[in-house]
Nanobody, 129 residues
Framework: QVQLVESGGGSVQAGGSLTLSCVVS????????MGWFRQAPGQEREAVAA?????????ADSAKGRFTISHANAKNKITLYLQMNNLKPGDTAMYYC?????????????????????WGKGTLVTITS
């Protein structure tokens, strides 16, 4: 069964940086779209960034220029990263990684979260001013 486990969240001051990681295990399909979503209290879940198995990336406007998504593939394990720089209080949220069996993110459901098939439990990011 596919499992996603996030880590790397924490509390940092505005202007600081964090790197989130997501270990995806037992993903045995040849292609994927994997992404980061976030949800702040009282807000809807929103897309942040995504990457497909070919390495093509996509970013929400709020993430462009500040966040970088990347991945590392190993046998039966994929690690997804989100490098976040120049963090702002508005970035405070629970961050989730998710995966979908798709040839590319553009051919899949991204940036909608509804089509993502596999989800982690999230890691909390808190940005203080």
């Amino acid at each position: 069964q596919v499992q996603l486990v996030e880590s790397g969240g924490g509390s940092v001051q505005a202007g600081g940086s964090l790197t989130l990681s997501c270990v995806v295990s037992e993903y045995r399909y040849s292609s994927y779209c994997m992404g980061w979503f976030r949800q702040a209290p009282g807000q809807e879940r929103e897309a942040v960034a995504a990457i497909d198995s070919d390495g093509s990336t996509s970013y929400a406007d709020s993430a462009k220029g500040r966040f970088t998504i990347s991945h590392a593939n190993a046998k039966n394990k994929i690690t997804l990263y989100l490098q976040m720089n120049n963090l702002k209080p508005g970035d405070t949220a629970m961050y989730y990684c998710a995966a979908e069996r798709a040839f590319t993110c553009y051919s899949g459901s991204w940036p909608s979260s509804g089509g993502m098939e596999y989800w982690g439990k999230g890691t909390l990011v808190t940005i203080t001013s």
